[in-house]
């Protein structure tokens, strides 16, 4: 990219994380510069179209009607090079391989430190796929894994390997606590994921997540 600083535009439906990744690429002004951000996937497409950035930098889940591996699609379809890195909190091999899947640059986690991540979005821009270090080996596995036909109940829906065990348990009939005990997660960690579960099966409600996994024989 020469001696010029990544241009980046940054979209997450959290100020405050936008805030902190603003603080965190600071030391990195010679390298990386922040030219713009978004906290919805509908305003961030008009800004990447004006500004033309070297990297787009979305979180997964995002507000509103459309999620970040939305964005990623439309901006790769509107412009093939476009170069878009998926920056989430879960460390999870569906959601990486559905951002490949949506033409994503990379997939990175939340949690990477800050020299590797610059170093990350550098190499994307350079016109590599990039995947976090720390999924890197998980992902290889995960990816024989899928190749051999051997995956969660529910991979053939884009449901996660988490979704499969939460949608699981809601077919067993256990509330959004019961479940979070049962997981050892917080209550909120499984409400956003039954969400991503209404989403994936197009539906509105635990009797129709219900009624998707029954007729498509998920669980056996």
């Known amino acids: 990219m020469g001696n010029q600083p990544l241009r980046l535009v940054m979209v997450d439906?959290?100020?405050?994380?936008?805030e902190g990744l603003k603080a965190l690429l600071a030391r990195f002004r010679g390298r990386v510069r922040i030219v713009a951000q978004s906290v919805?996937?509908?305003?961030?497409?008009?800004?990447?179209?004006?500004l033309d950035p070297d990297v787009v930098v979305s979180d997964v889940r995002l507000r509103g009607?459309?999620?970040?591996?939305?964005?990623?699609?439309?901006?790769v379809e509107s412009d093939p090079r476009r170069r878009v890195v998926l920056l989430s909190a879960y460390d999870d091999e569906q959601y990486?391989?559905?951002?490949?899947r949506a033409g994503a640059a990379g997939y990175l986690l939340k949690s990477i430190d800050r020299e590797e991540l610059v170093?990350?979005?550098?190499?994307?821009?350079?016109?590599?796929?990039?995947?976090?270090?720390?999924?890197?080996?998980?992902?290889?596995?995960a990816a024989a894994r899928?190749?051999?036909?051997e995956f969660w109940p529910g991979a053939h829906l884009s449901l996660t390997q988490r979704e499969s065990e939460v949608l699981a348990l809601v077919v067993a009939g256990l509330s959004n606590r019961a479940i979070a005990g049962k997981l050892?997660?917080?209550?909120e960690t499984v409400k956003s994921h039954v969400r991503g579960i209404f989403r994936k099966l197009d539906v509105n409600?635990?009797?129709?997540?219900?009624?998707?996994?029954?007729r498509e024989g998920i669980f056996q």
């Open 96 to 100: 990486l391989f559905q951002a490949l």
């Open 119 to 141: 170093r990350q979005l550098e190499r994307a821009a350079d016109g590599e796929t990039v995947v976090d270090p720390s999924m890197a080996g998980r992902a290889v596995a």
């Open 40 to 50: 919805t996937a509908d305003d961030a497409e008009p800004l990447v179209a004006a």
């Open 13 to 18: 439906d959290h100020e405050m994380v936008l």
């Open 184 to 187: 050892v997660v917080g209550e």
């Open 65 to 75: 009607s459309a999620s970040g591996l939305d964005l990623c699609r439309r901006l």
């Open 205 to 214: 409600d635990r009797a129709g997540a219900v009624a998707v996994a029954l």
């Open 146 to 149: 899928l190749q051999a036909g």
